[in-house]
């Protein structure tokens, strides 16, 4: 079943939206050489107390901390410690939620630690957050699951190879239903698989978050003995970016943009939705 949610409902999603925006800017700027995993995630302690809402991933099946936070070859749910001391030329992908009244917020990016960063990184991260945007722009009344997989996948396939050779849309991992609870119904695959279908149609009140994660090699990821840290099979760097978006009579609304996506959709001709709590 998918939860269709309310203007009122999407209002509520709005505000958690906004507190995740709040954490990735935070964590954004904290997120520098010689700094620790473990000193992100107590930045974003901070930013969820502040706003007085909740973290919906401290706790969820057992997850020991606030954020995620996977480094170069960590694909998904990096685990923050103190062992783990950011260097110059990592890569970081921070992913972040939070609760308001009941309803949550979900967002992920990818940040480059200090600078001499490879050009293929640069483009990886590019190549990963615009094949979210072109997912997202998918989001249209009358529209089916699959549309947003496809917009995503083909965006991928139509860019340039990079130095390794190809760019592995990982498998096991993404996007999902988002509301009520952080991950509902319906799981979105990044890419398209006939035997998934076409899934459920696109209407107003439908909210999904969307995140295309990419590597510079293999789609095929192995889990560390702590049940969570999410590798490459061979050791390839990968990115990750999300936002949680809600589809409203007047279109998508970015949840998770301090903008609710205006600038980004226009891009892709399309307007975004008003937000609700201009």
């Known amino acids: 079943m998918v939860e269709i949610k309310t203007p009122d409902q999407i209002a509520k999603m709005r505000e958690a939206g906004l507190v995740v925006a709040a954490i990735h800017a935070a964590?954004?700027?904290?997120?520098?050489?010689?700094?620790?995993?473990?000193?992100?995630?107590?930045?974003a302690r901070k930013v969820l107390a502040e706003h007085g809402a909740k973290s919906n991933f401290l706790g969820y099946g057992g997850f020991?901390?606030?954020?995620?936070t996977s480094v170069n070859e960590v694909v998904v749910h990096g685990i923050p410690d103190t062992k783990t001391v950011l260097k110059d030329g990592d890569i970081i992908s921070i992913d972040a939620g939070a609760?308001?009244?009941?309803?949550?917020?979900?967002a992920a990016f990818t940040a480059f630690v200090g600078t001499g960063h490879a050009p293929e990184?640069?483009?990886?991260s590019r190549v990963t957050e615009e094949s979210m945007w072109a997912g997202i722009a998918a989001v249209k009344n009358g529209n089916r699951l699959v549309d947003i997989s496809k917009a995503i996948e083909g965006y991928i396939r139509r860019q340039p190879r990079p130095a390794s050779g190809k760019y592995g849309i990982i498998e096991?991992?993404?996007?999902?239903?988002?509301?009520?609870?952080?991950?509902?119904d319906p799981h979105l695959l990044n890419y398209v698989s006939r035997k998934r279908g076409k899934g459920p149609k696109l209407v107003p009140g439908f909210?999904?978050?969307?995140?295309?994660?990419?590597?510079?090699g293999t789609a095929r990821t192995h889990v560390l003995a702590d049940d969570w840290t999410v590798l490459t099979d061979d050791k390839t760097w990968s990115s990750h970016w999300e936002h949680?978006?809600?589809?409203?009579?007047?279109?998508?609304?970015?949840?998770?943009?301090?903008?609710?996506?205006r600038a980004k959709l226009a891009e892709y001709g399309v307007t975004a939705a008003p937000d609700p709590l201009a």
């Open 64 to 68: 020991p901390a606030t954020i995620c």
């Open 207 to 216: 909210c999904i978050a969307i995140e295309p994660m990419v590597s510079l």
């Open 121 to 124: 990184l640069i483009e990886l």
């Open 27 to 43: 964590t954004r700027e904290a997120a520098v050489p010689g700094a620790t995993t473990k000193d992100l995630d107590e930045v």
């Open 244 to 261: 949680s978006v809600a589809l409203t009579e007047q279109g998508p609304l970015v949840l998770t943009a301090v903008d609710g996506g």
């Open 99 to 106: 609760i308001v009244d009941g309803w949550h917020g979900d």
């Open 172 to 184: 096991d991992y993404g996007g999902h239903g988002i509301g009520s609870e952080m991950h509902m």
